[in-house]
């Protein structure tokens, strides 16, 4: 687990340089096997080490660490559960903000979109660290690595935490995408006809012959 800690660590503080989190929002986590690496309650992710992270069981006990988990922690074990990823990654980046606090959903206005699986849902408010937000967010996640939490922030699933935060990255460039273009006018939604291209092409790319 000594190695999952200090991916939170590095994670973090990337994180925080890339304005994904202020002060002490946010929080990560990773998972080996029955146990979870999660970051702590009340420390900034820029300045967390290792020994910082508690370890927890997906039963949510205590196993290791001196510091109390991250009051999202009940969020993170319940996504675990359902979807059997091996990182989280729960931000409270700016536009991802603005766009959970203002629409039910983020359509796909790019084909980006579907490396996340699509139209991005915003699950339903409930106050931080219940089990009530819990349950909203897996419901939000179903079919998705991404989802938005009304008036809260976003949150991404992936194998690693690499995966997760890099799932994280696209998630909010796909919601600045979205706020910029209102400025301009009303963005151009892609179908489920040109959708559903993008994912033949994914699957079909084109080869190109070898020059004798």
């Not at 074990?77 to 903000?97: D, E, K, P, Q, R």
């Amino acid at each position: 687990m000594l190695e999952l800690r200090r991916e939170l660590c590095a994670y973090g503080r990337r994180a925080a340089e890339l304005g994904l989190v202020i002060g002490t929002s946010g929080n990560l986590s990773a998972r080996d096997g029955g146990l979870v690496a999660v970051t702590p309650s009340g420390v900034a992710l820029d300045v967390l080490e290792p020994a910082d992270c508690p370890i927890v069981s997906l039963d949510g006990h205590l196993v290791e660490g001196d510091r109390q988990p991250s009051s999202e922690t009940p969020m993170h074990l319940a996504v675990y559960a359902a979807t059997g990823a091996g990182a989280i990654v729960h931000t409270h980046s700016m536009f991802g903000t603005v766009v959970a606090s203002t629409m039910t959903e983020l359509p796909p206005i790019h084909y980006n979109a579907m490396l996340l699986g699509g139209t991005i849902r915003v699950a339903d408010y409930a106050t931080y660290g219940t089990p009530e937000l819990a349950a909203n967010v897996r419901i939000a996640l179903e079919g998705r690595t991404a989802a938005l939490m009304a008036n809260h922030g976003g949150v991404t699933v992936g194998a690693t935490l690499g995966d997760a935060f890099e799932a994280t990255r696209l998630l909010e460039w796909l919601c600045e995408l979205y706020v910029r273009s209102l400025t301009i006018g009303e963005p151009t939604i892609l179908t489920d006809a040109q959708l559903a291209d993008v994912v033949d092409r994914a699957l079909n790319p084109p080869t190109f012959p070898r020059k004798e």
